[in-house]
């Protein structure tokens, strides 16, 4: 893991999750992937569990190497990275997320439902971890076209919103 420094770059884009199974992993992976190396993405949960294989499978069938993937616990990160960006995609990551962030990082709340949370029939289990799949690579997308990472772009929507840690509203 690496640390921001000071005049470094590359910011730091961390994908905040409830158990780092699902939501957050295919986050992580799209973004690096959408990305390509302007950005250095981390996805962790609140309480960590083991990754999905549904998961697993929609990712790998959209051609991500799966194979070093592993979920994390927040904790673990605290102190090991200084995020510009922190993305909650569930209410109860929003609500847990510890907030001992630095204060310019930008938070944002992007809820998806939790595909593990479809009935037990697995052809309609695997349909809502495609449909999630795709609507968090379309608000990947859609956040990238708006440019986020260009610096002039956040200073103008520091000022629109007069508030650092509200400058992310500029870009929903």
Request: no cysteine; aromatic share 0%; proline share 16%.
């Given at each position: 893991?690496?640390?921001?420094k000071a005049g470094q770059m590359?910011?730091?884009v961390l994908f905040v999750g409830t158990g780092n199974s699902c939501r957050s992993q295919m986050a992580e992976a799209i973004l690096s992937r959408q990305a390509a190396g302007s950005v250095d993405v981390f996805s962790a949960g609140l309480g960590p569990q083991?990754?999905?294989p549904l998961t697993l499978r929609v990712l790998s069938e959209r051609g991500f190497d799966i194979s070093s993937l592993v979920s994390k616990s927040i904790y673990d990160l605290m102190g090991a990275i200084r995020p510009d960006y922190l993305i909650t995609l569930c209410e109860s990551s929003r609500q847990g997320c510890p907030i001992v962030w630095p204060a310019n990082t930008i938070w944002l709340h992007w809820p998806f439902e939790d595909?593990?949370?479809?009935?037990?029939d697995i052809d309609d289990q695997l349909q809502s971890f495609y449909r999630t799949y795709d609507d968090i690579s379309l608000r990947i997308c859609a956040w990238l076209l708006t440019r986020p990472f260009d610096q002039a772009s956040l200073s103008?929507?520091?000022q629109r919103t007069g508030d650092p840690n509200r400058a992310s509203e500029a870009f929903l």
């Open positions: 893991m690496r640390v921001k590359r910011p730091i083991a990754i999905h595909p593990s949370r479809t009935p037990d103008r929507s520091t």
